[in-house]
């Protein structure tokens, strides 16, 4: 089975400009969640999405960011307009009904 | 945001050596997770653990759910190049579903 699947796998834009990321959970996974991972903070959850319902988006740095999970395949994250510390890994995670999530490869972005 | 103390924070260990790390947390948990992240890729799930005492494998992999429900502990055997990685702990309390993650421990194994 295919796991999580993250596009761009590596980005590279200029400050100002809108950034999309973009996750395709795993097939019949109930719950999706957006990650930053940085040297300083670790991952942390930015976003929760159960049932294709954003529950938690408190993890949000600033109305920079947003998310959107418009069917229970595809979600995105979009940064507009980006700057250079938001440079980091993005990894999207799915679960099941169980307790276990699955990460993506992750999106590798810098902005210059 | 919120982190498990994780520890060592780094390991640098010879091959063929055993390797241990632990996560303790101030909050109970219901589920521990251990995951292994290579340079460039994303966490991979290793074990989970969903009962105090709890006592799982996968190869040379060992991890426990400590009794306390605040602690776990991944234990490598025989460790080998391909070991070498960041190791990570999640945990989660029950009713919720958010996943705290550990600071990592970065094992360097030396041929």
């Known amino acids: 089975d295919a796991g999580v699947i993250q596009s761009p796998r590596h980005e590279v834009t200029e400050m100002g400009q809108e950034v999309t990321l973009r996750c395709k959970p795993i097939?019949?996974?109930?719950?999706l969640f957006w990650y930053r991972q940085t040297m300083m903070r670790g991952l942390e959850l930015l976003i929760y999405?159960?049932?294709?319902?954003?529950?938690?988006d408190s993890g949000m740095p600033e109305d920079r960011f947003s998310a959107k999970m418009p069917n229970a395949s595809f979600s995105t994250l979009k940064i507009q307009p980006s700057e250079p510390r938001d440079s980091a890994v993005y990894f999207c995670?799915?679960?099941?009904?169980?307790?276990?999530?699955?990460f993506g490869e992750g999106s590798w972005l810098t902005v210059v | 945001g919120q982190q498990l103390n994780q520890s060592p924070q780094s390991m640098f260990i010879q091959e063929g050596e055993d390797v241990s790390m632990n996560c303790t947390s101030s909050?109970?948990?219901?589920?521990w997770l251990w995951y292994k992240q290579d340079p460039g890729e994303g966490p991979v799930l290793l074990i989970a653990?969903?009962?105090?005492?709890e006592l799982t494998s996968n190869g040379r992999l060992t991890a426990q759910f400590g009794i306390t429900r605040k602690d776990s502990f991944l234990n490598i055997s025989a460790s080998i190049p391909s070991d070498v990685g960041i190791y990570f702990c999640?945990?989660?309390?029950?009713?919720?579903?958010?996943?705290?993650f550990g600071t990592g421990t970065r094992l360097k194994v030396l041929a």
């Open positions: 999405f159960n049932n294709n319902v954003p529950i938690d």
């Open positions: 995670a799915s679960r099941h009904s169980g307790n276990t999530i699955y």
């Open positions: 653990l969903y009962k105090a005492g």
């Open positions: 999640a945990g989660q309390a029950s009713g919720t579903y958010k996943y705290i």
């Open positions: 097939s019949g996974h109930n719950s």
């Open positions: 909050s109970i948990f219901n589920t």
